[in-house]
């Protein structure tokens, strides 16, 4: 993975917000944003795709309430309160546009994002995501553990292990787990209407193997205007942003 060249905290919501900026220091044009997928860092997501990412553009990535670097606040964590930070930050960092790569959790909230703030997104990937709870396989939405789309031990081990090395409270895992948990399983707001209206030029990425099912994310594509849609082969969620080999030409492409 890339290194940053800067991290800080901004004091957004409540919240002191870790973020790190990757890229060069003369690009002058629209940034790109980072959202990682939930119990994840910024490393957990995105170390495969970061280095292409950024090499000739500034990315700004940053770590969401009880995630990674930011520490957990007295406050449900919802998709409405996650994007409303990231607007929050994007004010505090003097950004009026950028384009957007939201991964599970993160493409839920760079989906709130595109919805209630048109104008703050310049082109969407939506990785690993779906736009109401029945997109999930049932064996997700009531977890089958032997399923093969579900993460591992290993996998959850290394959720753990990258929170313990970062994170302000080590010991608070297991409560932000169960509170990342309801966030993953509570309704979402969005209508097919919402989906619609999107402006923003989209891809929607998922593995074969993801959570989401292929139909479902094949419906966002018809619902929002002009989307394209690419299934990767062989891909499970923990694996998509993994699949440089596949995906970095994808998203170079895309964004442009």
Do not use: C
Request: proline content about 6%; aromatic content about 6%.
């Amino acid at each position: 993975m890339t290194v940053p060249n800067s991290s800080a905290h901004a004091k957004v919501n409540g919240l002191e917000m870790y973020y790190e900026i990757h890229g060069p220091d003369d690009d002058t044009g629209r940034p790109l944003v980072l959202l990682h997928g939930g119990v994840h860092t910024v490393g957990l997501s995105f170390a495969a795709v970061l280095p292409a990412l950024a090499a000739e553009r500034r990315v700004v990535a940053p770590e969401f309430q009880g995630h990674g670097h930011t520490a957990d606040i007295d406050r449900d964590m919802t998709v409405a309160s996650l994007a409303s930070d990231v607007v929050a930050l994007l004010d505090e960092l003097g950004i009026e546009q950028a384009d957007f790569i939201g991964f599970s959790l993160g493409g839920l909230t760079a989906l709130e994002v595109a919805v209630r703030h048109p104008e703050r997104v310049g082109r969407l990937v939506l990785a690993a995501t779906h736009y109401h709870q029945d997109g999930y396989h049932d064996d997700v939405r009531t977890p089958d553990y032997t399923s093969p789309r579900l993460p591992s031990q290993a996998d959850f081990q290394e959720m753990a292990d990258a929170y313990a090395a970062v994170a302000p409270d080590p010991e608070h895992f297991q409560d932000f787990l169960a509170k990342v948990t309801v966030t993953a399983h509570s309704p979402l707001s969005w209508t097919a209407d919402d989906l619609r209206a999107v402006q923003a030029p989209t891809l929607l990425v998922i593995g074969d193997t993801d959570f989401v099912r292929v139909e479902h994310a094949a419906e966002m594509q018809r619902l929002i205007p002009g989307a394209q849609l690419a299934v990767l082969p062989s891909t499970t969620h923990v694996d998509l942003m993994r699949r440089t080999s596949v995906l970095v030409p994808l998203l170079t492409e895309f964004l442009g």
